[in-house]
């Protein structure tokens, strides 16, 4: 009478979900909008860097040569013969015992091959002549900042599928991206089912709660950078989920369902999954919370199922919809990065699913350290909120102590990560 | 004949910057447009969550008092008298021998006090009868989530100050916050001054390069969630820029200017300062970079003078404009978070400044290390671009090496911290 589902490592249905990553189109949007999208094409230097021999500190521009016998005792006086400020040029050439007054990142004038720095200089003037004093020795390059040394013409300085953060923001802006080739935003539909789900304005009814899952995702799809479409609440019913869901699907790149996933009578998505010929990729996954996670794919779109419960909810989007999104979005780091740290707390339960416990990092001396936040049952939105990273405790036949080394995802990490946390053995589930 | 600046540490610098915080004003949003915003009054929790005593599971609620023969050699038959789905509420009374079929999320009918899933029970119909088959005893409570165990009505979840991240969203919802307070949005002006700057758009011309600063601080604006108004790139030239100047501070809350603060006689920004009549807080600062970062305040407003060097640009935005702007907004974590790490390379030049050096974030077998990028000169925008942390080398008579333990600042965090970072020893600069 129960169907009985085959439950599939993290890894695995990471990798089947993988199986179907797509890149999204490339668009061509305004330096002023490019902030946190992916870069589609490497950004090259268009010019050298800096495009000519700078001064890097407002000074005199002179010929080292002619400070040889320059001592504290012994000053000698260099006529002035020009001022620049920055983005002007000499048009003088720069002859024995002369300076030329220069300005922090102008253009070294020709004849010169090394700078002082103002404050250490006396200027005076005399008969209408501007002179200064030199007190030291100065070698060939002194203060200089030479043409091509932070960059070359045609260098690639960033990679294709980074993200645009301001440093990389100031680079396209100085190797004249005025547009910038970005991976397009696809739409996330989301379709929150249950016929006991109110909106955050309803009042409370019997026996009903409000949607907080619908959100919760909006908020994740959000973070995550891409666009969502919200349908209506759904009822637990077959005929309004499966046009909800085909509307979904022809208005959007990718659709997630909340709810209506697991065992019960009342859920319908199986039956949709079938109707709506989509092949599904798994139903089951050994991990709590999120196990009765699904996947299907329908002419190469994808839909996620994702349990009604708000941290499984949560959870299967950061496991197998964010990377997915990401990598559409053209990000070469679509999965969140993962570290090692110490536990701050007993789990004295052993597991046989690996568990993800919702989490606050603490840094300490140099060291990483994780403690569960709030209660850890998994419809306890409240612990959602306060978490910044999901402790992993692997599933055996073992509890776990504090002083104990283990995995932790973060959440609020923006960088992301090459490659997903995985279990570290897989054997026959 | 050079205006001699006294320099201040860090800590006295932030300071001064803060003693001029303020709250901006508090507006209403909808819950659809609350991402990543800071609430302006606590979350408070309008009912209990659960609402009422409900089933975590798919399955059977019943007695537990009617179970106590049951075992796996005696199973006991109970007769199903009604279903109730998500959403739903049941009018029957349950009685002896009794159990209703109940989905996960609702609520448990009159009579009842525990559930059995699903999974663990035979189902069969007998004489158009429901029946199910119980193998084993339970007790009161088993697999129930009581009215009010995650939270109870009338309790602050989330304190005000907090950023909205996904679960804060959730718990939003879950509690009728259609409408959100949140703190309003800072509008900051940006203006890049120099006349060697040519927009990206430009082609270069000899002795110009781009403007790199103002995009960049478009995007720091931008993370930290405030928003921009941009001016033309000003040339220096007095006249024009104490124009553009008095424009920001009518337009904008909050103005930043870049370029223009460093001691050349083309830095007409002290000439500025005191035709507007604005109070110099500081103007130079015991760091590297951005030692000649400045800020003045005219009628309670503040007025931030960043270098027109890229990385102390960079710096001083994060240091000393980003907390004031994310208190503004209501955060009670406005600080760039810092951890101790250990550092991955030798730096044996000493320096008489705290050194701020552009590194990157590792994390190993719990600990935590950071290395520098790329060249480390102030002048090179290319290493902002991959950093992702500030290693902080405090000033001093001797360098540092690989293995020493280091104060590092997350530039990538989205979490903030209540304090600054400092110096561990002020004294007489």
Redesign the interface.
């Known amino acids: 009478?129960?169907e009985r589902r085959k439950p599939i490592w993290v890894k695995e249905a990471i990798d089947k979900v993988m199986e179907h990553k797509k890149r999204g189109e490339v668009e061509t949007v305004s330096?002023?909008d490019c902030?946190e999208r992916y870069l589609a094409s490497p950004l090259i230097a268009d010019?050298d860097?800096?495009?000519?021999d700078r001064s890097?500190y407002?000074g005199f521009a002179l010929r080292a040569r002619d400070t040889k016998n320059a001592s504290r005792e012994h000053p000698l006086l260099f006529e002035v013969i020009d001022?620049?400020?920055?983005?002007?040029?000499t048009l003088k050439q720069l002859g024995s015992m002369e300076a030329v007054?220069i300005?922090?990142?102008?253009?070294i004038p020709e004849g010169a091959d090394c700078v002082i720095m103002?404050?250490l200089v006396n200027?005076r003037n005399e008969n209408g002549r501007k002179l200064i004093e030199i007190k030291r020795q100065l070698q060939p390059g002194d203060n200089l900042?030479f043409q091509g040394?932070?960059?070359q013409k045609g260098t690639e300085?960033?990679g294709k599928g980074v993200q645009?953060?301001?440093?990389?923001?100031?680079?396209?802006?100085?190797?004249?991206?005025?547009r910038v080739k970005v991976g397009k935003k696809p739409t996330i539909g989301i379709i929150a089912t249950?016929?006991?789900?109110l909106?955050?304005?309803?009042e409370?009814e019997?026996?009903?709660?409000?949607?907080?899952?619908?959100?919760?995702?909006?908020?994740?799809v959000?973070?995550t950078g891409a666009l969502y479409k919200r349908y209506e609440n759904c009822a637990?019913d077959l005929e309004t989920l499966y046009h909800a869901l085909k509307t979904a699907l022809e208005e959007c790149d990718i659709v997630i369902t909340t709810g209506g996933v697991?065992?019960?009578?009342?859920d319908y998505m199986p039956e949709i999954y079938k109707r709506l010929g989509a092949k599904l990729l798994f139903n089951k996954i050994a991990m709590r919370p999120g196990s009765v996670t699904s996947c299907a794919e329908i002419n190469g779109q994808l839909l996620f199922g994702l349990s009604?419960?708000?941290s499984a909810c949560?959870v299967g989007f950061e496991f197998f919809v964010k990377p997915y999104i990401r990598y559409w979005m053209h990000s070469e780091l679509p999965y969140n990065r993962f570290?090692?740290?110490?536990l701050k707390a007993d789990f004295p339960k052993p597991n046989p699913f690996s568990r993800f416990i919702r989490g606050k990092l603490s840094?300490?001396?140099?060291?990483?350290f994780a403690e569960p936040v709030g209660?850890d049952?998994?419809?306890?939105?409240?612990?959602?909120?306060?978490?910044?990273c999901l402790i992993v405790l692997p599933g055996g036949t073992r509890g776990y102590q504090k002083g104990d080394?283990a995995d932790i995802i973060l959440l609020?990490?923006?960088?992301g990560s090459g490659v997903p946390w995985q279990e570290k053995k897989l054997s026959k589930l």
């Not at 570290?339 to 110490?342: A, L, W």
């Not at 840094?363 to 990483?368: F, P």
């Not at 049952?377 to 910044?388: E, H, L, M, Q, R």
């Open positions: 009478m129960l330096i002023h902030d010019h860097v800096p495009p000519f890097p407002d001022e620049i400020g920055a983005g002007q040029v007054r300005m922090t990142g102008a253009q103002l404050e200027e900042s040394e932070d960059a300085l960033i645009i953060n301001p440093g990389i923001k100031a680079l396209l802006a100085t190797f004249g991206y005025s249950g016929s006991e789900l909106g955050p304005e309803d409370l019997p026996g009903k709660i409000r949607d907080s899952n619908g959100y919760m995702l909006q908020s994740q959000l973070r637990d697991s065992v019960g009578d009342f009604g419960n708000p949560y570290v090692t740290g110490e840094y300490e001396e140099g060291k990483i209660l049952k998994s419809g306890v939105v409240t612990s959602i909120a306060w978490a910044d080394q609020e990490d923006r960088q």
